[in-house]
């Protein structure tokens, strides 16, 4: 079976390659070939991903490439598809997910057999109801309109099956008009803003305090210098946050390409064993500014060790494109998710020179290959982010993060300060 790989470019959808798989039941360890397109073949930048570079002929794989895995539904809207088309929720159900959720998907990618299922399905329905946009003051109020909205057909057309984690969340863009649509159903023409609506699982109080406290996190983020884009702001239980794959400009919508750092690193099974080293490496491998890059990962995982943001799973970081520069995405998905009720612990894991697991950052430094010179800049660069540091709960306070969060949070804030003192 196969399917065709879209690239977004010169303000059209364009076929960059084909993917074949023999076996679609085997998920995405099964093997597979790409075949890429004439376009892909005569300009680097109808690429589908920085791993695999066009070639002639054809790419054979064991496994699916990864660049496929970003476009697969997860999270709420796995769900939603897997309980419309009655499948299982396994690997053996991802092909025919991926060819029916990967619409409108973050990035510059999506899948045509899934975009004309998409219009099919849209054709079938009243055209107005395409039409309909709401104020904010609707969706704030969750408006019964609103609601029977979105139900009735809004989690294809927003995007719930395109955009992974798990938290519900819906693509909306605002119209010049002022109101805002499901994000697959308004021309670009008429686009004015791109935005994640984020809504609690709201299956016990820690689902709300999560969601609420992103965007005091990501405040934080900002203030402790990390590469945040616009701010994420919190209204009525819901979390607007501003797109950053997309950028409306007087000559249209930019869809800058974005890659998942599982992607990069070549990880087709979920189960297949990582560690930040190796991502680490990833990152310095494709990004234009290694050291960089490098620095901005530590710091992140520092503030995530400091503040408990467990889930750092390698789709919650991803690199991207802009404007010609290949860097780190900013900042997302970064919250206290150590209050999961479902526990979600680390999945990336620090190790020393000899191979074993470390969290003490003098190890890791001592593990990194790198020049000693480069190694000496990072030590001082992470001892002035250690005096940043000192002032984090002063932070903590001002940008709203509630009284029981920093009392949980006292050991951890203090245990990453005395080790980036004693670098």
């Known amino acids: 079976m196969q399917c065709t790989i879209e690239i977004f470019k010169n303000g ?185 609506l984020k809504l609690s699982r709201a299956r016990n109080i820690a689902d709300w305090t999560i969601l609420q406290h992103e965007a005091a996190y990501m405040r934080l983020a900002r203030e402790m210098g990390l590469h945040v884009a616009a701010l994420p702001t919190w209204q009525n239980d819901m979390l607007f946050v501003p797109r950053f794959d997309r950028s409306v400009t007087p000559d249209g919508v930019i869809r800058h390409p974005q890659e998942s750092l599982a992607s990069l690193a070549g990880l087709t099974d979920p189960q297949m064993p990582a560690t930040h080293n190796r991502i680490l490496e990833t990152v310095r491998q494709f990004v234009d500014h290694p050291h960089q890059a490098t620095l901005e990962y530590l710091k992140r995982d520092i503030l995530n060790l400091a503040l408990g943001n467990t889930d750092n799973s390698p789709y919650n970081t991803a690199i991207q494109t802009v404007n010609g520069e290949t860097r780190l995405t900013p900042l997302y998905d970064f919250a206290p998710m150590y209050l999961d009720r479902d526990e979600i612990s680390r999945t990336l894991e620090w190790c020393d020179e000899n191979g074993n697991e470390t969290a003490n950052w003098m190890d890791v430094l001592r593990s990194l290959p790198y020049p000693p010179a480069e190694k000496e800049t990072l030590r001082s660069e992470l001892q002035a982010f250690g005096k940043k540091m000192e002032k984090l709960e002063a932070l903590m306070q001002q940008h709203g993060v509630s009284e029981d969060i920093m009392t949980d949070r006292y050991y951890g804030i203090q245990n990453q300060r005395w080790q980036l003192r004693e670098l």
């Open 12 to 196: 059209g959808w364009q076929a960059c390659c084909i993917i074949t798989v023999d076996n679609p039941a085997a998920g995405p360890t099964g093997p597979s070939a790409i075949t890429f397109s004439q376009n892909a073949l005569s300009a680097p930048a109808f690429a589908p991903s920085l791993r695999y570079r066009p070639q002639a002929g054809t790419l054979i794989l064991p496994h699916w490439p990864g660049f496929l895995l970003d476009l697969i539904p997860q999270g709420e809207g796995r769900q939603y598809l897997l309980d419309v088309l009655e499948l299982p929720d396994g690997p053996e159900s991802d092909w025919r997910l991926l060819l029916m959720g990967a619409i409108n998907p973050i990035g510059q990618l999506r899948v045509r057999e899934a975009a004309e299922a998409y219009h099919e399905r849209m054709r079938q329905l009243d055209p107005k109801w395409s039409e309909t946009g709401f104020t904010t003051e609707a969706i704030l109020a969750r408006s019964d309109a609103f609601i029977a909205h979105f139900d009735a057909h809004g989690l294809f057309s927003a995007g719930a099956t395109s955009v992974q984690g798990l938290s519900p969340k819906l693509l909306l863009t605002q119209g010049r008009d002022g109101l805002w649509y499901a994000d697959a159903t308004l021309p670009d023409s008429r686009a004015a803003k791109h935005i994640i």
